[in-house]
């Protein structure tokens, strides 16, 4: 016989693999009951648990939702290849092409197309540093001192797995949309007509601080409930109300305005429809609704409810924002040479490391590339050079 049979049933072929019947519920199933290190830790610890570890410290270390996912599952050929310890494995060659044939394909399946050289890099350096940390606390002996490089906490503890196996399928499908989604191109419901101009923040602010002393901002929040309300009662959709770190999914509707109203006075609400790939998120100390990848169905839903509520909708403007991080990197340009030490030069050095790092900034440099902006406009943060010479002068002026 030359396939294997999953828990859902499907005859699988490892050394054929068809893409379409790599299911990630068989994925989650299969590494939670597989225990690493050949079952010679201190305690059942899976590997599905070792995989959400790396997750969470690609995330950690704002690596791209890729990157994110790869780290997910980068171990996710075992659940149809099981496991060989790294001094065995290296020996067998015909396993460590049929793993790395399967893995392209799971790539291929869940990411889009294979990963680049220096995403499997970040990959492979974080898969080391759990390693690490897993000796620490689950061996008799340290592998390494690696793990003190790792900025998520990873406490290697017992789960159930079942409940890891719930946490990881969550991962793949809701957690990492999440993360691809906010680095998209968004709308935003608001009080007021369009962005607040660059200089203007201030007054912005005091518009805030308003409504948050004088208790408008409970109104404005009951007044948003019953849009993010009409949404779910139109969609299939799943909820996310921080600080807790679990989804509600299909969430009925008294759910949803109750969250808006109350729960965004300490965290925040987000509502994502997986299958239309759009997220409607409410900060509590935002007076505006982001909407992010909205489909053409969406808006237009939206845009009758904006005006049936007095608010306004709009889209963050390319120009506007090529403007904005062009006045930062002016600012900051400044700064280092006459108060390198201030905080608004730390805040402004990251604002611009974080878009020169996002897809927006890439979206914009296409722009560029393609002729598409007007010729006066300014563009220097769209030069590799000159955005990357402005953050090595910071390092610079900074050690």
Same mark, same amino acid.
């Given at each position: 016989?030359?396939?294997?049979?999953?828990?859902?049933?499907?005859?699988?072929?490892?050394?054929?693999?068809?893409?379409?019947?790599?299911?990630?519920?068989?994925?989650?199933?299969?590494?939670?009951?597989?225990?690493?290190?050949?079952?010679?830790?201190?305690?059942?610890?899976?590997?599905?648990?070792?995989?959400?570890?790396?997750?969470?410290?690609?995330?950690?270390?704002?690596?791209?939702?890729?990157?994110?996912l790869g780290c997910l599952l980068h171990d996710a050929s075992e659940a149809y290849l099981c496991d060989v310890t790294r001094p065995v494995k290296k020996h067998i060659p015909q396993y460590l092409?049929?793993?790395? !044939?399967?893995?392209?394909?799971?790539?291929?399946?869940?990411?889009?197309?294979?990963?680049?050289?220096?995403?499997?890099?970040?990959?492979?350096?974080?898969?080391?540093?759990?390693?690490?940390?897993?000796?620490?606390?689950?061996?008799?002996?340290?592998?390494?001192?690696?793990?003190?490089?790792?900025?998520?906490?990873?406490?290697?503890?017992?789960?159930?797995?079942?409940?890891?196996?719930?946490?990881?399928?969550?991962?793949?499908?809701?957690?990492?949309?999440?993360?691809?989604?906010?680095?998209?191109?968004?709308?935003?419901?608001?009080?007021?007509?369009?962005?607040?101009?660059?200089?203007?923040?201030?007054?912005?602010?005091?518009?805030?601080?308003?409504?948050?002393?004088?208790?408008?901002?409970?109104?404005?929040?009951?007044?948003?409930?019953?849009?993010?309300?009409?949404?779910?009662?139109?969609?299939?959709?799943?909820?996310?109300?921080?600080?807790?770190?679990?989804?509600?999914?299909?969430?009925?509707?008294?759910?949803? !305005?109750?969250?808006?109203?109350?729960? *965004?006075?300490?965290?925040?609400?987000?509502?994502?429809?997986?299958?239309?790939? *759009?997220?409607?998120?409410?900060?509590?100390?935002?007076?505006?609704?982001?909407?992010?990848?909205?489909?053409?169905?969406?808006?237009?839903?939206?845009?009758?409810?904006?005006?049936?509520?007095?608010?306004?909708?709009?889209?963050?403007?390319?120009?506007?924002?090529?403007?904005?991080?062009?006045?930062?990197?002016?600012?900051? *340009?400044?700064?280092?040479? *006459?108060?390198?030490?201030?905080?608004?030069?730390?805040?402004?050095?990251?604002?611009?490391?974080?878009?020169?790092?996002?897809? !927006?900034?890439?979206?914009?440099?296409?722009?560029?590339?393609?002729?598409?902006?007007? !010729?006066?406009?300014?563009?220097?943060?769209?030069?590799?050079?000159?955005?990357?010479?402005?953050?090595?002068?910071?390092?610079?002026?900074?050690?």
């Open positions: 016989m030359s396939y294997i049979t999953t828990v859902s049933g499907i005859h699988f072929y490892p050394l054929d693999p068809n893409p379409d019947d790599i299911d990630i519920n068989d994925i989650a199933h299969a590494l939670s009951l597989i225990c690493r290190a050949n079952g010679h830790f201190r305690h059942f610890y899976s590997v599905a648990q070792h995989c959400i570890a790396c997750a969470e410290e690609a995330i950690e270390r704002g690596y791209s939702p890729e990157v994110i092409r049929a793993e790395e !044939k399967l893995q392209d394909v799971i790539w291929e399946r869940f990411i889009g197309r294979k990963l680049t050289d220096a995403e499997q890099q970040q990959i492979f350096e974080i898969d080391d540093h759990i390693l690490s940390q897993e000796f620490h606390l689950l061996m008799p002996e340290n592998l390494n001192e690696d793990y003190r490089k790792l900025k998520s906490a990873c406490a290697c503890d017992y789960q159930d797995p079942q409940v890891v196996k719930a946490r990881f399928i969550q991962m793949a499908t809701l957690d990492i949309t999440v993360e691809r989604l906010l680095e998209d191109d968004y709308w935003i419901i608001d009080i007021l007509p369009s962005q607040i101009p660059v200089g203007k923040q201030a007054e912005y602010r005091a518009l805030t601080d308003e409504y948050f002393e004088s208790g408008k901002v409970a109104e404005l929040h009951r007044r948003y409930a019953d849009i993010l309300t009409m949404i779910n009662g139109r969609f299939k959709t799943a909820m996310l109300c921080m600080p807790e770190d679990e989804w509600t999914i299909s969430p009925c509707d008294i759910a949803v !305005k109750d969250a808006v109203i109350h729960h *965004t006075e300490r965290g925040c609400v987000d509502l994502l429809l997986p299958e239309e790939e *759009t997220l409607i998120s409410l900060q509590s100390e935002d007076l505006y609704i982001t909407v992010y990848h909205p489909t053409e169905e969406i808006l237009s839903l939206l845009r009758q409810a904006v005006s049936e509520s007095g608010f306004y909708i709009w889209q963050t403007p390319q120009i506007e924002r090529i403007k904005k991080y062009e006045s930062y990197m002016d600012e900051a *340009t400044l700064l280092i040479r *006459t108060d390198r030490n201030s905080d608004r030069l730390n805040y402004l050095i990251s604002e611009l490391e974080a878009y020169y790092e996002s897809v !927006k900034w890439r979206k914009d440099f296409e722009s560029d590339e393609a002729g598409l902006l007007p !010729k006066n406009l300014k563009r220097g943060v769209l030069s590799e050079d000159g955005i990357n010479d402005l953050l090595d002068e910071y390092k610079e002026v900074s050690e």
